[in-house]
């Protein structure tokens, strides 16, 4: 992990060592200023979680990037809240949503879709044909997901194992624990 100041934001980066603690420790002590976070690896769960919980308590604005050298950079929309039945939400980056997408209701991001709750709900990823984009949830309970033009549908009695990630691996959608190195 590293937190560096930059013209009009502190660029934390992710490399999938830090714990969840000395992410807390260093965003709790940093100045009142846009956090712009840099994922530069697998990073688990609770590390993602804690840095949405202590930028929305303390107010301040997260923006989720790629690491460095990639072409293209996505800007962030938070939804703070549920996503109930008949609600959608479309974003050319990446979306979190700080809540459960429930059933009926859908996000469609150009870059990831975060999770910070139960996704039962439709998630399209990567919407604009990327297909380096991955759906994340603390739950992942979806009977269909997307990323890019790829569609994954849900075995008959599947249920969620905890935090994970889908991504495309081989032309399909698959499905991992968080935290897993591939």
């Not at 039945?85 to 870059?111: I, K, Y």
Request: hydrophobic letters at 45%.
């Amino acid at each position: 992990m590293r937190l560096r100041a930059t013209l009009g934001a502190l660029a934390l980066r992710l490399d999938g060592n830090e714990t969840a603690e000395a992410v807390k420790e260093a965003l709790e002590d940093a100045p009142e200023m846009p956090i712009e976070v840099e994922v530069a690896a697998d990073v688990t769960a609770d590390v993602i979680a804690t840095v949405l919980e202590v930028t929305d308590r303390r107010g301040l604005e997260v923006r989720f990037r790629p690491p460095r050298g990639e072409r293209r950079v996505y800007h962030t929309e938070v939804v703070a809240r549920t996503l109930r039945s008949g609600q959608l939400v479309s974003s050319a980056g990446t979306v979190v949503v700080l809540g459960d997408v429930n059933p009926g209701a859908e996000v469609v991001a150009g870059g990831d879709v975060i999770v910070v709750g139960k996704l039962r709900g439709l998630a399209h990823a990567g919407a604009e044909g990327n297909e380096q984009a991955t759906i994340w949830a603390l739950e992942l309970a979806a009977k269909q997901l997307r990323i890019a033009e790829k569609v994954a549908v849900a075995p008959e009695g599947a249920s969620a194992g905890g935090p994970e990630r889908a991504r495309v691996e081989n032309d399909q959608i698959v499905i991992e624990p968080w935290g897993k190195k591939h």
